[in-house]
């Protein structure tokens, strides 16, 4: 089964509202989760890294005061865009790593649309 | 972490063997060759991996090179249920390390 969920699924906004977007490690405690963006028929990006208990670690050109990355719990990572736009509409997934060390379980992604 | 080069897509007869290349020509000792792999709209989901033996798991086998400049992602039966976006990933197996993903080879499987 899933190991790690998303919440929304699906999510539509208007532009200049802020959504937050909650990844859930299900079965393990998660230190470290990770934060991607997909725009249709290319590959994921990484956006930031989500350290729990600390400040996120972000690519570059990543803003990170438009995407407030939150990992307050060793089982919740949260993602807030803010002041969305047309622009930020994308997929977003989550991922952490596995157990064993060497895989990454990803979540089923979250799929926005800013009108 | 080392480069990665795919093809963009292949088709696959259902049934047949899906062979997917990746050349990584630029990879260090301590790198390992890791393959993902995306259905659409959903998240990526690990397959397997390998630092320098040929390693197989219930869904693929994973066949590296002696010199471990290439390596192959074979599904012995694909199904119309494998045709996805694969990625071929080269990094250092580190706890928490992240994962950056290249554009990958669309695999289609035909009836």
């Known amino acids: 089964g899933a190991v790690v969920s998303q919440h929304p699924s699906w999510v539509i906004c208007k532009s200049g509202t802020s959504v937050k977007i909650e990844c859930r490690s299900l079965?393990?405690?998660?230190?470290?989760m990770f934060w991607y963006r997909q725009f249709p028929k290319q590959s994921l990006m990484l956006m930031a890294t989500?350290?729990?208990?600390?400040?996120?670690?972000?690519e570059q050109g990543v803003e990170k005061d438009k995407f407030l990355i939150n990992h307050a719990s060793l089982t919740l990572s949260t993602l807030t865009v803010t002041s969305a736009h047309p622009e930020d509409s994308s997929f977003y997934i989550c991922?952490?790593?596995?157990?064993?060390?060497?895989?990454?379980?990803f979540g089923p992604g979250t799929r926005l649309t800013v009108t | 972490d080392a480069k990665t080069t795919q093809p963009t897509s292949m088709d696959c007869a259902e049934g047949r063997a899906a062979n997917l290349p990746c050349n990584h020509s630029?990879?260090?000792?301590?790198?390992?060759v890791y393959w993902y792999r995306q259905i659409h709209s959903q998240g990526p989901q690990y397959i397997i991996h390998?630092?320098?033996n040929n390693e197989t798991n219930e869904m693929a086998s994973l066949i590296i090179t002696e010199d471990r400049k290439s390596s192959t992602l074979i599904l012995p039966h694909a199904t119309l249920r494998d045709t996805a976006v694969y990625y071929c990933?080269?990094?250092?197996?580190?706890?928490?390390?992240?994962?950056?993903f290249g554009p990958g080879t669309s695999l289609s499987v035909i009836p």
């Open positions: 630029t990879i260090s000792g301590n790198e390992y």
């Open positions: 991922s952490r790593q596995g157990q064993g060390g060497y895989e990454q379980y």
């Open positions: 990933i080269v990094r250092v197996w580190t706890s928490y390390d992240k994962v950056i």
């Open positions: 390998g630092l320098k």
């Open positions: 079965d393990f405690q998660a230190t470290t």
């Open positions: 989500s350290n729990e208990g600390s400040k996120a670690t972000y």
